[in-house]
């Protein structure tokens, strides 16, 4: 087994984790907290999800589940060298419900509604520089509030 790889796949699923947990924070804090927090580190950042949740959101989802999947192809790739495809496949996908249910899915979610006010400050900090580098161009839709031509 290359110890690479599986210090690939912890880290991949402790990041998912965290990100998972911001997901959960971020979607149960009230703008009052955000405006509560706006002097603390992130609090600014928390301004700008308020008015743009889902462009956050997507972001943080689309990076959790692409670190799922990396961490999900390392291992079917380390038991693969030592055991037949299907065995391997089948040990894939049962070591991974089990540590997405637990290292992704409750345990981090659960923190997340414990403590929103943490891990919304630092999970915002890392959704707007991933937004940063996946979002490289604004739409020319952002600049406008509506679709609709004015009648003036």
Same mark, same amino acid.
């Given at each position: 087994?290359?110890?690479?790889?599986?210090?690939?796949?912890i880290?991949l699923?402790?990041?998912?984790?965290?990100?998972?947990?911001?997901?959960?924070?971020?979607?149960?804090?009230?703008?009052?907290?955000?405006?509560?927090?706006?002097?603390?580190?992130?609090?600014? *950042? /928390?301004r700008? !999800? #308020?008015a743009?949740? &889902?462009?956050y @959101?997507? +972001?943080?989802l689309?990076v959790?589940?692409?670190?799922?999947?990396?961490?999900?192809?390392?291992?079917?790739?380390? *038991? /693969?060298?030592n !055991? #037949?495809?299907?065995? &391997?496949?089948? @040990?894939? +996908?049962?070591?991974?419900?089990?540590?997405?249910?637990?290292?992704?899915?409750?345990g981090?979610?659960?923190?997340?509604?414990?403590?929103?006010?943490?891990?919304?400050?630092?999970?915002?900090?890392v959704?707007?520089?991933?937004?940063?580098l996946?979002?490289?161009?604004?739409?020319?839709?952002?600049?406008?509030?509506?679709?609709?031509?004015?009648?003036?």
């Open positions: 087994m290359s110890p690479i790889a599986i210090v690939s796949i880290l699923l402790a990041f998912a984790g965290f990100l998972a947990a911001s997901e959960s924070a971020l979607t149960s804090i009230s703008r009052i907290v955000v405006e509560e927090l706006e002097g603390k580190r992130g609090g600014m *950042l /928390l700008k !999800y #308020s743009q949740p &889902a462009r @959101l997507n +972001v943080i689309l959790r589940k692409l670190c799922e999947f990396t961490a999900t192809v390392l291992l079917a790739v380390i *038991l /693969l060298r !055991y #037949s495809s299907a065995q &391997a496949m089948a @040990l894939t +996908v049962a070591i991974m419900v089990v540590l997405s249910y637990v290292v992704v899915g409750v981090p979610r659960t923190l997340g509604k414990q403590q929103p006010h943490k891990y919304a400050r630092y999970g915002i900090i959704a707007y520089g991933l937004a940063c996946l979002y490289t161009s604004p739409s020319p839709r952002d600049a406008t509030l509506s679709r609709m031509p004015s009648s003036a």
